[in-house]
């Protein structure tokens, strides 16, 4: 049998006004905290110089380095609260980047943040100074590195859309000597995106140049070049033939 | 002279580890664990090489600092109960008590690597584990002699902690200080003062041991040839251990004891 309750206004009335009282204060308190969290974003301060760094790493440099990585890649969560990397300051965030990659030049660990973490912001002007970035340091290893200017060729096509940059991107990576190791595909993004900068005839040449030179060995790769190379002279042709028509 | 010498590293060996050493070492290899894994959490990529130089960091010196007032302990009491007086009235000499203690040191060392070798040798590479135990042990006896000096002469446990963590931070900060020392030659255009002050701490320098003398942690993060990194570690930690070891039988000997 359920309990009987009595009226809300059949109670004491110091209970009932400390009740509202309360009630308000925890309204007011979660607003004013709710204002002052998102005030209470810290920027990021200004790195030191990679010789303090060291000095401060007492020999162990390389862990120092991706322990500042990991630190670097905490900075959007302060107080159990995540912040929108649009908050963040691009300008100081590539500095820091820089110093951890001089601090630790073998590490992957900057440039993995640079192109998968930092690149998820909107902001255009961030996403090319973050761009700007990774094909920068590209040049130290390019070994190591040609995942990350891959990478950033995609978000320059689709995130960015400025074709002519992912070009610029594609065309370091198809350059790279046979010495080093990636995948056909890293280079082929250079004629694919030649084409569809309606610039076929580049790709076409670009692509008999790969097959005439015998510099590539797999069957796969060679019938997917083939085929691309079919593909774009027949757009050639209808490009051609639209006109006269 | 030599049964005597191990007698009483005997019984010195059994002060220290009466001190609940095990419990402290548990405790510390908990920690490094702990933190370790939380640090293997965050990163992204090379976690597990991440955690195996912090973990090998982290026991570093919170076994550097157990090692050092375990030493300082140990001595201290035998000026509080008046030890060396009662020593000094037996056939020994003083060298015997520096010879008895420079083997705890190496003993406690050894049992303090264990763990860490342990621990290494699990989350990474046997080879690297066994570079790692081997610079860790230089590393601690260096400091443990540099911490029996240090007793030795301030006769006070916290004076000599602090004297002994001076010396071994000042080497670990030696590059540090020295940039700033130059860049403060560069901003004051080259004064008298800040050139003094540099070629006094470069004078010091010549005291203090080199980035030599410690184990290196880029052994986790790239391939090194541990042999010849170990060799010269060896040499310069033997030279500046001997160089305390004669500090420490100059000061001992210089002691007046009431007998």
Redesign the interface.
């Known amino acids: 049998m359920r309990r009987g309750e009595r009226p809300l206004l059949l109670l004491p009335r110091p209970l009932l006004l400390g009740f509202l009282v309360l009630f308000v204060c925890q309204l007011f308190y979660h607003h004013a905290n709710r204002a002052q969290m998102a005030v209470d974003y810290q920027a990021l301060d200004k790195p030191l110089s990679a010789s303090v760094y060291r000095g401060i790493a007492m020999g162990s440099e390389q862990l120092l380095g991706y322990l500042l990585a990991i630190r670097l890649q905490l900075h959007d969560n302060q107080a159990g609260q995540h912040f929108r990397y649009s908050l963040i300051d691009y300008e100081v965030l590539i500095e820091w980047l820089d110093r951890i990659t001089e601090l630790s030049p073998r590490t992957e660990y900057p440039m993995l943040l640079a192109s998968r973490v930092y690149t998820t912001t909107g902001d255009q002007a961030r996403l090319r100074a973050i761009l700007g970035f990774i094909q920068r340091r590209f040049d130290d290893d390019p070994q190591l590195h040609w995942r990350r200017l891959a990478e950033a060729t995609v978000i320059a096509k689709y995130k960015v859309h400025d074709l002519e940059l992912a070009l610029a991107m594609a065309e370091k990576l198809a350059q790279l000597p046979v010495s080093v190791e990636m995948p056909n595909w890293a280079r082929d993004f250079q004629f694919l995106l030649l084409a569809e900068l309606n610039e076929l005839e580049s790709a076409i040449a670009l692509i008999q140049a790969l097959l005439q030179t015998d510099a590539v060995h797999d069957p796969d790769e060679k019938r997917f070049l083939e085929g691309k190379l079919l593909d774009f002279q027949q757009k050639l042709s209808e490009s051609r033939q639209t006109p006269q028509n | 002279m030599r049964s005597q010498t191990i007698s009483l590293f005997r019984f010195l060996m059994l002060g220290i580890l009466s001190k609940r050493l095990l419990v402290l070492v548990t405790i510390m290899v908990l920690g490094a664990v702990l933190s370790g894994s939380f640090?293997n959490e965050?990163?992204?990529?090379?976690g597990a090489a991440?955690q195996t130089?912090?973990v090998a960091?982290f026991l570093r010196y919170s076994l550097a600092l157990l090692a050092l007032l375990m030493i300082a302990t140990s001595v201290a009491e035998d000026y509080e109960f008046r030890q060396f007086e009662r020593l000094l009235t037996m056939p020994l000499a003083r060298w015997q008590y520096i010879a008895a203690q420079t083997l705890v040191i190496a003993c406690l060392c050894l049992l303090l690597t264990l763990p860490a070798a342990l621990l290494v040798s699990l989350y990474g590479d046997a080879a690297i584990g066994l570079y790692w135990a081997a610079a860790l042990w230089l590393e601690l006896f260096l400091l443990g002699v540099l911490g029996l000096l240090a007793i030795l002469s301030l006769e006070k446990i916290p004076q000599a902690v602090i004297f002994s963590l001076a010396i071994y931070m000042l080497a670990?900060?030696s590059?540090?200080?020295s940039?700033m020392l130059s860049e403060s030659v560069k901003l004051s255009e080259g004064s008298v003062g800040s050139r003094v002050v540099e070629f006094i701490f470069g004078a010091i320098l010549y005291v203090i041991p080199g980035?030599k003398t410690?184990?290196?942690?880029?052994v986790?993060?790239?391939s090194q040839d541990l042999i010849a990194m170990l060799g010269s570690q060896l040499a310069s930690v033997s030279i500046y251990a001997l160089f305390l070891l004669a500090v420490c039988l100059i000061d001992f000997y210089r002691k007046e004891f009431n007998l």
């Open positions: 640090i965050l990163a992204i990529i090379n991440i130089a912090f960091d670990k900060f590059g540090l200080i940039l980035s410690f184990a290196q942690n880029d986790f993060f790239a």
